[in-house]
DNA sequence: TTCGATATATCGTTGACCGATATATCTCGC
DNA sequence: GCGAGATATATCGGTCAACGATATATCGAA
């Protein structure tokens, strides 16, 4: 799993948010740094929704614009911690091989 | 940069080592979980040295097999250390998240 | 009324990654 | 002496996530 998928699952760990909010999250999350571009998200989208890590929580018309509202599913959150605890032991290599000089 | 990159760079932290011997490094370096196969490995080598974060350190012939020794470059350092830091901060932003419920 | 933010969607391209395959030599066990 | 497996480098083609660009539509602010 690359960047842009994780900070997706990631940005959905606290509560259902719609493609537009995930973007925005993710950017806020990352400080800034990272930024994930449509054709990212909503292929990610498609690809988390099949692999049934994510699931359409509800659809919302607002102001005439809809909005597709998503959520983690319990598998989703297991893939996340998962993912995590790898990402955290291989920093934590890196960090102590590093360290070593 | 992904995994795969990541762990090369990172086998090449304490000293050179040529092809097979990164091979080797990563996967000790990751308990034996992470398989970088030869594909994988060449091309990147030759990404990475077009990029000026490895060198070729020295080339050996033993038994008749050559070896081709590679070490990172003081900007491959740099680099190496800017990703450990990036993935670090990504992670630790994780796992606040995740320990929130 | 024009711009930027909000919101979703598609399209084509790129490029890292990966499995498979190839070649060649050495060592170990039988 | 022979075969298997480890050592060592290399290429090739396929896949797929990511990405930039583009499109559509609405809203509020300047």
Same mark, same amino acid.
């Given at each position: 799993?690359?960047?842009?998928?994780?900070?997706?699952?990631?940005?959905?760990?606290?509560?259902?948010?719609?493609?537009?909010?995930?973007?925005?999250?993710?950017? %806020? $999350?990352?400080?800034?740094? @990272?930024?994930? #571009?449509?054709?990212?998200? /909503?292929?990610? +989208?498609? =690809?988390?929704?099949?692999?049934?890590?994510? %699931? $359409?929580?509800?659809?919302? @018309?607002?102001? #005439?614009?809809?909005?597709? /509202?998503?959520? +983690?599913? =319990?598998?989703?959150?297991?893939?996340?911690? %998962?993912?995590?605890?790898?990402?955290?032991?291989?920093?934590?290599?890196?960090?102590?091989?590093?360290?070593? =000089?």
């Amino acid at each position: 799993m690359q960047d842009p998928t994780f900070l997706i699952l990631l940005a959905l760990s606290d509560r259902p948010r719609h493609g537009y909010g995930i973007l925005l999250e993710a950017k %806020e $999350l990352s400080g800034g740094t @990272i930024r994930i #571009g449509p054709g990212t998200l /909503y292929g990610a +989208l498609e =690809r988390l929704e099949e692999a049934g890590h994510i %699931e $359409l929580d509800r659809e919302e @018309i607002e102001d #005439g614009r809809p909005r597709r /509202y998503y959520r +983690l599913t =319990r598998r989703g959150r297991g893939v996340l911690v %998962e993912e995590t605890q790898r990402r955290d032991a291989l920093v934590g290599l890196a960090k102590q091989r590093l360290a070593h =000089r």
